[in-house]
């Protein structure tokens, strides 16, 4: 069965500081994985997405995420914290293309001045 | 990009009635929707799979007869909350997925709706 684990619910970094949020995924095919931020009393908007082709994967707002299948891993880099940074991120996994996702618990970023 | 919308997007009810909410998808054609919920600093369930003209597919531990859903088109999908109490107070979020977007059909998200059961 497919899961998700995001290393750290709380993450907190100071304006301009590396951001970087964990998340380890377990599947029995190569998955597709995602990141997702969320502001409060908002809906999900991708950041986003590993679909199997490269490895290093730019999203939006700055972010990226490199797949490591040896690791298991898919943890969101972004080189300068914004202020505008600070939200709810969730790592979320499937294992075929457009069935639902498996989300991990969530990190919530704070950055600080 | 695509867009999927929910309404309402803040829900009080009394207990023991029901509410509907509604999921559309704005600017394209959703073969399946999803919906999730989420409480309060906690992440999203899923809860229920539904494709247009079918029977939804439910999670295990989702009641069936207490969340209806309907996917009459391929635009819109309901969620009704029947018989609503204190503890079905949460944020419902659903998705929409692209049958139309190539190999990976993406999935979009709704801006949730807050439900409230006093």
């Known amino acids: 069965a497919q899961s998700v684990t995001q290393l750290g619910s709380h993450v907190s970094v100071s304006e301009g500081a590396l951001v970087l949020l964990r998340c380890n995924y377990s599947?029995?095919?190569?998955?597709?994985l995602f990141w997702y931020v969320q502001y409060p009393n908002q809906g999900l908007q991708l950041l986003l997405k590993y679909t199997s082709a490269a490895t290093l994967v730019k999203g939006i707002n700055g972010f990226e995420a490199e797949f490591k299948k040896s690791e298991t891993s898919f943890h969101l880099t972004k080189p300068s914290a914004h202020m505008s940074d600070a939200a709810e991120y969730f790592c979320?996994?499937?294992?075929?293309?457009?069935?639902?996702?498996?989300f991990g618990k969530g990190t919530t970023l704070s950055v600080s001045s | 990009g695509a867009v999927v919308s929910q309404h309402p997007s803040w829900v009080i009810c009394k207990s023991g009635t029901s509410v509907k909410i509604e999921c559309r998808s704005l600017?394209?054609?959703?073969?399946?929707m999803f919906w999730y919920r989420q409480f309060p600093k906690q992440s999203l369930m899923l809860m229920a799979t539904s494709n247009e003209g079918s029977k939804a597919t439910y999670e295990q531990g989702v009641e069936k007869d207490k969340f209806l859903i309907n996917h009459a088109s391929l635009t819109l999908s309901t969620l009704t909350v029947t018989s609503a109490h204190p503890e079905d107070s949460s944020f419902y979020i659903c998705?929409?997925?692209?049958?139309?977007?190539?190999?990976?059909?993406?999935?979009?998200f709704g801006p949730g709706t807050r439900l409230t059961v006093l």
């Open positions: 599947s029995s095919v190569p998955p597709y």
């Open positions: 998705s929409a997925r692209d049958g139309s977007s190539g190999l990976y059909n993406e999935q979009f």
């Open positions: 979320a996994v499937s294992e075929q293309a457009g069935t639902a996702l498996i």
């Open positions: 600017d394209f054609q959703a073969t399946t």
